[in-house]
T-cell receptor, first 112, second 114 residues
Framework: QQQVKQSPQSLIVQKGGISIINCAYENTAFDYFPWYQQFPGKGPALLIAIRPDVSEKKEGRFTISFNKSAKQFSLHIMDSQPGDSATYFCAASRGSNYKLTFGKGTLLTVNP | NAGVMQNPRHLVRRRGQEARLRCSPMKGHSHVYWYRQLPEEGLKFMVYLQKENIIDESGMPKERFSAEFPKEGPSILRIQQVVRGDSAAYFC????????????FGEGSRLTVL
């Protein structure tokens, strides 16, 4: 079964700190790796995505690091803010952007 | 608000009843996807539809579940004879194209089966 394993399950960070969430995948055919942010009672929203031809992608305070040989990718949130408190999901897909395999999510809490 | 609209937001059914969940995609989007989120789990793909066509239903349970996206009106996910294990959040997403860019998710329909 295709899986994406995400850790940690929950994370508490102080305001201004760095939040790091990790994901590992098994299927080497995956070629699209997005991260989604979900606030309570809301649907997931795309945060940032990467394809395996690059090792890093940065958008503002959010960075994806991708290690193809290790089959791992991670989300780094710099200067974490209380407004970043949400559940973050990594995902992966093969050949399309719609049939996503999601990790189980990380509940991030940023304390003021 | 031109976002993906789902209703009802909350639905309670007793075992054996039917549940119908509706999804109106973003304006201009003709591709609709349904995902299910069980408690403590990530979202799982169920089905991909275009107008009047089911494109990929590889994630749909073999029995009791069906989906449609008629020429007019919203997409509907139908669950017949619900069981407690069907209790979950059901998310609809849409996109302008199927293979590039972003999926836009609705706020979900939360089904509780008593």
């Amino acid at each position: 079964q295709q899986q994406v394993k995400q850790s940690p399950q929950s994370l508490i960070v102080q305001k201004g700190g760095i939040s790091i969430i990790n994901c590992a995948y098994e299927n080497t055919a995956f070629d699209y790796f997005p991260w989604y942010q979900q606030f309570p009672g809301k649907g997931p929203a795309l945060l940032i995505a990467i394809r395996p031809d690059v090792s890093e992608k940065k958008e503002g305070r959010f960075t994806i690091s991708f290690n193809k040989s290790a089959k791992q990718f991670s989300l780094h949130i710099m200067d974490s803010q209380p407004g970043d408190s949400a559940t973050y999901f990594c995902a992966a897909s093969r050949g399309s952007n719609y049939k996503l395999t999601f990790g189980k999510g990380t509940l991030l809490t940023v304390n003021p | 608000n031109a976002g993906v609209m789902q209703n009802p937001r909350h639905l309670v059914r007793r075992r054996g009843q039917e549940a119908r969940l509706r999804c109106s995609p973003m304006k201009g989007h003709s591709h609709v996807y349904w995902y299910r989120q069980l408690p403590e789990e990530g979202l799982k793909f169920m089905v991909y539809l275009q107008k009047e066509n089911i494109i990929d239903e590889s994630g749909m349970p073999k029995e009791r579940f069906s989906a449609e996206f008629p020429k007019e009106g919203p997409s509907i996910l139908r669950i017949q004879q619900v069981v407690r294990g069907d209790s979950a959040a059901y998310f609809c997403a849409s996109s302008p194209t199927p293979n590039t860019g972003e999926l836009f998710f609705g706020e979900g329909s939360r089904l509780t089966v008593l």
